[in-house]
């Protein structure tokens, strides 16, 4: 059975503007970026179980998963039942005290 994937709106934005940053720099760079996270979006809906807890982060009860792609970037998200909710993308470059969650 798949797990379905919600992600939530202002992750969409980050994406766009995350992508967008990507092409200034490199076309090619962007393209792997779409590719990679589409293939993350993949491995999810097949077992998100096999993505680490994130520690990194002081999130609420240590319930946020990792899934890193694209090199830079991060995708957190929790797992209820069997769905798949994406409450973020982090470009790990940035200090993780900076990151309004």
């Known amino acids: 059975m798949k797990y379905q994937i919600t992600v939530a709106n202002r992750v969409r934005d980050d994406l766009l503007e995350q992508a967008a940053f990507v092409s200034r720099v ?24 096999q993505f680490p807890v994130d520690l990194e982060i002081d999130l609420p009860g240590r319930t946020y998963r990792k899934a890193i792609f694209a090199k830079w970037f991060k995708v957190l998200f929790q797992v209820k039942d069997q769905r798949v909710y994406i409450d973020g993308i982090i470009d790990c470059r940035r200090d993780p005290a900076a990151i309004d969650f």
């Open 26 to 49: 490199s076309l090619s760079g962007a393209r792997r970026y779409h590719r990679e996270y589409l293939k993350i979006l993949a491995r999810l809906e097949e077992n998100p179980f």
